[in-house]
């Protein structure tokens, strides 16, 4: 089978460093822009290390007419719904769209309004920021999780995003991988986001420490309630692990909040919060994230 050809809706910086990933491993790709006639190639600058590239990506209008029959969705999660919208027109019941948003949640308007949508999902910890509009930096590899809820064999499509990413696999169950990046967003993004912090003041500092522990325990037992057995027992180790090694990040949320963006917290603890009221159980201190993140008015 012929690689798929990508037409990729946000052109941040993840959106654009796949798409040219995608492009130098041989796929078609398309950049979905939604200024108005913008219908030709964009110039994007991508850095890694000492290397420099210049690569040329085509770009289409989302009001264009021609058919997508593979949609790259890298919005942020609370643009997800208005960004398939503005392409609904060009899809149809063959089209695969691929979500690579942060949290959970934000696939049900699409479910609700395109019951013949086929979704997919994804998770990245790759490391991309932007230096300019269409130049970004590379700056660290992470992995890469692809995967359908009920769908435990790689899709057709799967074969070309190895080749372009380093660490990408297909996860047969990918709900579990959702979930278990939720459960580590929780406990790291709205902490960072409040007391403005590096990911790493979360262990260098004791009481942030002790938070962190004290939230993992309410997540724990969310994740148990929704059937992740698996995940709550090795939440706190995970959590840790995954703060040691971004240690000099800012979390994403912080990023929202220091740009004065609206933040994904009703994506990330919104969605551990309505599981846990569906299944009676308490989550205080997740609740006060909550809380003390909407106060930040993001
Ligand atoms: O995914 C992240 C985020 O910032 O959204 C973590 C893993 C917390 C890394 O910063």
């Known amino acids: 089978m012929s690689d798929a050809h990508w037409h990729i809706l946000g052109a941040g910086a993840i959106g654009c ?19 108005p006639a913008s219908d030709e190639a964009v110039e994007l600058l991508l850095e890694q290390g000492e290397q420099q590239q210049r690569l040329q990506l085509p770009a289409s209008n989302c009001l264009a007419q021609s058919p997508i029959s593979h949609l790259l969705v890298c919005t942020k999660a609370y643009d997800v719904a208005a960004a398939v919208d503005s392409v609904a027109h060009r899809l149809n019941p063959d089209s695969q769209v691929l979500l690579l948003a942060n949290g959970m949640g934000f696939d049900q308007p699409l479910v609700q309004n395109y019951p013949w949508m086929q979704l997919y999902y994804g998770t990245t910890t790759e490391g991309a920021y932007r230096l300019a509009p269409r130049h970004i930096r590379h700056a660290g590899r992470g992995q890469t999780r692809l995967g359908r809820p009920g769908q435990e064999k790689p899709a057709p499509w799967f074969a070309s995003w190895p080749r372009a990413l380093q660490h990408c696999h297909w996860e047969a169950d990918m709900e579990q991988a959702l979930w278990a990046k939720l459960a580590i967003n929780c406990a790291i993004n709205p902490l960072t986001a409040i007391h403005q912090c590096r990911n790493g003041e979360l262990e260098h500092n004791p009481q942030l420490a002790a938070q962190v522990s004290a939230l993992c325990a309410e997540i724990a037992a969310v994740c ?35 740009n004065a963006r609206p933040t994904e917290i009703d994506y990330i603890t919104g969605h551990l919060l309505a599981v846990a009221a569906r299944h009676g159980i308490a989550t205080p201190r997740n609740s006060t994230l909550f ?8």
């Open 17 to 35: 460093l796949f798409a040219a990933r995608l492009q130098q491993a041989g796929a078609g790709v398309t950049l979905l822009l939604r200024e």
């Open 291 to 298: 809380t003390g993140v909407k106060a930040l008015g993001t």
């Open 224 to 258: 148990t309630a929704a059937g992740y057995t698996g995940l709550a027992t090795g939440l706190q180790r995970e959590v840790q692990s995954v703060i040691r090694s971004t240690a000099n990040n800012q979390s994403s949320m912080l990023q929202d909040v220091q």
